[in-house]
C-alpha cells in the first residue's frame, strides 16, 4: 500500500535591484526572508555569485531566492521588491531644489512694504 506523500512544489523567484531598493549596498544576508523562504544566491553580469559568499547588493543585480512552499511566493516577492518611497541614488538627487516664498521685513525701511526671499529646502 503506498502513502501519501506530501509533494514539495519549490518555486524559484529572481528580482532585479533597482536604484531605489532598500536592499542596496547591503549584504544579502541582512535581509529576513519570510518563512520556507532560502536565498540561492545573486545573478549580476551573467554570473552567478552564491548565498554563501554573502555578497553585497548593487542596483542591476538579480536576487534569486526560492519559496519551498508556493504559498509564500507573494511574500517573498513583497519582501524583496521593496523600495525606498522617493527615488534617490547615492550619486545624484533627482529632486530639485524649488525656491520657496517667505515674507520678511526690511528692518532698515519700516515703511518698505513686505519682500519675497527664496528659501530652498
Known amino acids: ?3 501519501s ?5 519549490p518555486s524559484l523567484f ?3 535591484i533597482e536604484a531605489n531598493s532598500v536592499y542596496c549596498g547591503i549584504h544579502l544576508t ?5 518563512d520556507q523562504c532560502v536565498f540561492l544566491g545573486i545573478l549580476r553580469e551573467s554570473q ?3 548565498a554563501t559568499d554573502n555578497p553585497s547588493i548593487f542596483a542591476g543585480d538579480y536576487i534569486l531566492a526560492i519559496a519551498t512552499h508556493p ?6 516577492k513583497v519582501t524583496l521588491k521593496k523600495i525606498h518611497s522617493v527615488y534617490y541614488s547615492l550619486n545624484s538627487c533627482l529632486l530639485e531644489a524649488r525656491p520657496i ?9 519700516s515703511h518698505a512694504p513686505t ?7
Open 1 to 3: 500500500m503506498l502513502k
Open 5 to 9: 506523500k506530501k509533494v514539495l512544489e
Open 14 to 16: 529572481g528580482v532585479l
Open 30 to 34: 541582512e535581509i529576513k526572508l519570510p
Open 48 to 50: 552567478v555569485i552564491s
Open 71 to 76: 504559498i509564500m511566493v507573494p511574500a517573498l
Open 101 to 109: 516664498a517667505s515674507r520678511s521685513v526690511n528692518s532698515d525701511d
Open 115 to 121: 519682500s519675497f526671499n527664496s528659501t530652498y529646502y
